[in-house]
């Protein structure tokens, strides 16, 4: 685990006082008695089907979220041509996956024929792995792609960060002073697109829904009065608490739905420090990492990260991100 920055005493210096090489069991002897740590609780849907088109062609079809219509999903496909409307796509030998209509921003909405959706996902359904891991998946994965305190499924992907820890871990934290908060987002495909033009601004954000508890609210403010900080574990997590958040860093409960783009000079109103892995050249999570660094000290964490062999991705390391000062967002490009 790379520790990033310090809480300005000096403590997980390197010589720079900016770097420090520590394991993942470290962790709960960096958080300080006082301050709230926050879990993003979405368990991973086996929402990825392999089927055939009736030429015999392969096909494969990726559930997004259910649609507003009873009985439909959103979803992506590929081949394209395989997913146009009236067509459908065998999973099974009496299911298959018939194309509704397209949606403006490419996706598909579909339905099942002759299966119910929560019997395709149990049945035909597989744990949709990141697009870099080319294999299927197998028997480990399916532990080690959910987080030991995943609760209710809604992703298509892991919140990452959250693999770290076991249970003996997050158990130590509320004996040692940091109560342990929850909440959920909906992690989905557009956090693997990449930023493909010059312009970050442009770049589209596929829509996430969340869900803030009313009890995660009052931690948040009983942390902030007693002068803590909140962690976040995953970029999910940061994703939600500051789209709930007012200019004032008040937090909504309830539910909503965000495309909140976070890149350096963002101004952070909730959290303070971050658990994270190492990402993918040219994300939007990366982007989200340089809000708290800035672009300089996170080009010279990687650098020292790939020096010392860190493992990168999902299945990587863990980094941690301590901000200089508390609502300090470099504003460096």
Known sequence: ML??????????????????????????????????LVLNTTRVRHARFIGQRPSGAPAEVLLIHPSSTPGEWVALGKPGSAMKPGQRIRIGPEAEIETVGVLEDG??????????????????????????????????????????????????????????????????????????????????????KPVEGEDITAHPMHPECYFIPEDLVHAVADTRARGGSVWAVGTTVVRALEAAADATGQLMAGPGETR???????????????????????????????????????????????????????YGDAMVVMRSEKGDASSEK
């Open 260 to 314: 909140l783009m976070i890149t350096p000079g963002y101004p952070l109103r909730v959290v303070d420090r971050l658990i994270t892995n190492f990402h993918l050249p040219r994300s939007t999570l990366l982007m989200l990492v340089s809000a708290f660094t800035g672009v300089p000290a996170l080009h010279a964490a990687y650098a020292h990260a790939i020096a010392q062999r860190y493992r990168f991705y999902s």
């Open 3 to 36: 520790v990033v920055g310090n809480a300005g005493n000096g403590e997980w210096g390197m010589g720079n006082g900016s770097l420090a090489d520590r394991t993942f069991s470290d962790l709960p002897s960096l958080i300080p008695a006082g301050d709230l």
């Open 107 to 192: 996706n598909r909405v579909v339905r099942f024929i002759g299966v119910s959706a929560e019997a395709a996902i149990s049945v035909y359904g597989r744990l949709p792995l990141p697009p870099y891991i080319t294999r299927d998946p197998d028997a480990d994965d399916e532990d080690r792609y959910q987080t030991v305190y995943a609760e209710r499924e809604g992703s298509v992907a892991a919140p990452t960060a959250g693999l770290h820890f076991t249970p003996a871990l997050l158990d130590t934290l509320p004996a040692r002073g940091v109560p342990v908060a929850r909440l959920e987002l909906e992690v989905g495909p557009g956090t693997f």
